[in-house]
């Protein structure tokens, strides 16, 4: 079927959609002053991590939408699962039925690994960048990630909503908008994982930066590149990370920081080690954290 015969179809579906929501439905703050009910474009677009001008060329026909926008549009625009096959219909796009993505846990092979490297930083990520495993060292070098609650244990979220974060990192922007576009990657290959389009859905809202990010056109590094860090107990240090795909799971990726001997990050980096290994039950309680399931923060970029 094709998109073709009935583009006002789908402009006034989208239009009648948004018209029967208020912004405290979505999420959103409800400023007063609508001429019209229901949400703006301008809302709708934010929420789905689209340019406004997209969004309006939606509803006028001027656009055939990807796969990817109208998973984000049937989240944004809470529909049920007959209004989505509607909507898919509309656009002319057939609806991939996907099986519900049980939670990911690190690879047994992955953990091995974690479990071997004591002087390099490194953690388990998954799907949608979260992060499924860490070590002691990389505990130590980023965040206490035993402190954050699962569900928001992912490297975009904590990235842009830990204050820290922005002080740790000392070109914070660069590994942001890089970190945005891996998760872009993530959501064209899961076009229908709820828990990813909500957490972009999120994050478009609650930092203008991170929807700009999100509708540019930026390609991501492939599987290495460096991370500068200010740290608080042992200065600045420039690290090469490096991406390990587990072959058991394409989904997982394990990342590790290293740094170049001789240099004083490499000595800063053996200096924190120190003080993990010898902070009293320090790496026998962080392994058995792990083997209980706990995961945590921002490593990877």
């Not at 409800?30 to 789905?48: C, I, K, Q, Y």
């Not at 509803?59 to 625009?77: D, I, T």
């Not at 993530?186 to 859905?201: C, F, I, M, N, Y």
């Amino acid at each position: 079927m094709s998109g073709d015969a009935h583009p006002n179809e789908l402009g006034e579906f989208l239009k009648s959609r948004r018209s029967e929501l208020t912004p405290r439905t979505v999420g959103l703050p409800d400023t007063g002053g609508r001429r019209v009910p229901g949400l703006r474009r301008e809302e709708v677009a934010v929420l789905a991590a689209i340019s406004t001008d997209h969004y309006t060329r939606l509803e006028q026909g001027r656009v055939q939408p990807s796969a990817s926008v109208l998973a984000a549009l049937s989240r944004v625009l809470h529909l049920s699962d007959h209004q989505r096959d509607r909507l898919f219909e509309l656009a002319g796009r057939q609806r991939t039925r996907h099986r519900r993505s049980t939670a990911q846990k690190a690879h047994p092979q992955l953990r091995r690994l974690l479990d071997d490297l004591t002087a390099s930083p490194g953690v388990v990520i998954g799907r949608r960048m979260d992060i499924l495993a860490w070590n002691p060292l990389a505990a130590a070098l980023f965040t206490d990630f035993a402190k954050v609650p699962e569900s928001k244990r992912n490297c975009v979220r904590i990235l842009f909503t830990d204050p820290s974060m922005r002080t740790l990192y000392a070109d914070w922007r660069a590994v942001a908008r890089e970190c945005v576009s891996h998760l872009r990657a993530a959501a064209a290959r899961h076009p229908e994982d709820q828990r990813l389009t909500s957490l972009v859905g999120e994050l478009s809202v609650e930092d203008r930066d991170f929807g700009r990010w999100w509708g540019s056109r930026h390609v991501p590094s492939l599987g290495s590149g460096v991370k500068r860090l200010r740290h608080p107990l042992v200065g600045e240090l420039v690290l090469d990370w490096d991406i390990l795909t587990c072959g058991g799971d394409p989904d997982q990726e394990l990342v590790v920081c290293t740094a170049e001997p001789g240099t004083p990050s490499y000595d800063g980096l053996r200096a924190l080690a120190s003080r993990v290994t010898s902070r009293p039950g320090g790496p026998t309680d962080s392994r058995a954290d792990r083997l209980d399931g706990l995961t945590g923060p921002a490593g990877p970029q």
